[in-house]
């Protein structure tokens, strides 16, 4: 089945410490996404993604990286430079940047102790 | 960017048509209205979009205004599960090209037995 994963669904760390999100889609999609998601809030963008080997930062990119070396792969690291990294992470892909509804993953929570 | 506002919340009870509000009124001739729907603790769900004209598909009809500064999705017998926080998105455009979506905090739709 095509769709987009990500990987894992819940994820602790420490503080201080780095952490890699995986986002991976088979949907040959151009455009992907990150957005963060606290309680009771909206999505908001962290980085976007319209073509391999090209990214752009989103509203709260700082404290994230992100990096598109494959067409179905858009990790996202965040580093100790994040100050509240505790959150809900969701990845999305579309067909392309300008045509298309965007496809979401279930996913990841992360939790830093 | 066109902003959209959507009331906070809403109640609906089960069977009956749930209405879902929403205000572009900066919307430009170029921009879609999409919405999508968030179930607790999982990645959005796209719905329905539009341009101009009211579509509908087998989750939900989408009125837009002849002006296009606002739209209502109608859920047209809701069930329990279709509570959930559903998104309304003008898909803007930047002078670059390039796309992003944007997500509100929506509506929590409640969908009462």
């Known amino acids: 089945d095509g769709g987009i994963t990500q990987s894992p669904k819940y994820l602790f760390r420490k503080e201080g410490q780095n952490v890699t999100l995986s986002c991976e889609q088979n949907?040959?999609?151009?455009?992907m996404y990150w957005y963060r998601q606290d309680p009771g809030q909206g999505l908001r963008l962290i980085y976007y993604?319209?073509?391999?080997?090209?990214?752009q930062k989103g509203d709260i990119a700082e404290g994230y990286s992100v990096s598109r070396e494959k067409k179905e792969s858009f990790p996202l690291t965040v580093t100790s430079a994040q100050k509240n990294p505790t959150a809900f992470y969701l990845c999305?892909?579309?067909?392309?940047?300008?045509?298309?509804?965007?496809?979401f993953g279930q996913g990841t929570r992360l939790t830093v102790v | 960017d066109a902003k959209t506002t959507q009331p906070p919340s809403m109640d609906c009870a089960e069977g009956r048509a749930a209405n879902l509000p929403c205000n572009h009124s900066?919307?430009?001739?170029?921009?879609?209205v999409y919405w999508y729907r968030q179930i607790h603790s999982q990645g959005p769900q796209y719905i329905i979009h539009?341009?101009?004209n009211n579509e509908t598909n087998e989750m939900a009809s989408l009125i837009i205004t002849e002006d296009r500064k606002s739209s209502t999705l109608i859920l047209p017998h809701a069930t329990l599960r279709d509570t959930a926080v559903y998104y309304c998105?003008?898909?803007?455009?930047?002078?670059?090209?390039?796309?992003?979506?944007?997500f509100g905090t929506g509506t929590r739709l409640k969908v009462l037995a």
């Open positions: 999305a892909s579309s067909i392309r940047r300008d045509l298309g509804e965007a496809f």
């Open positions: 949907l040959n999609h151009d455009a």
């Open positions: 993604s319209q073509i391999v080997n090209d990214f």
């Open positions: 900066t919307i430009s001739g170029n921009e879609y």
């Open positions: 539009g341009l101009k």
């Open positions: 998105i003008v898909r803007p455009t930047s002078t670059s090209g390039t796309y992003k979506y944007i």
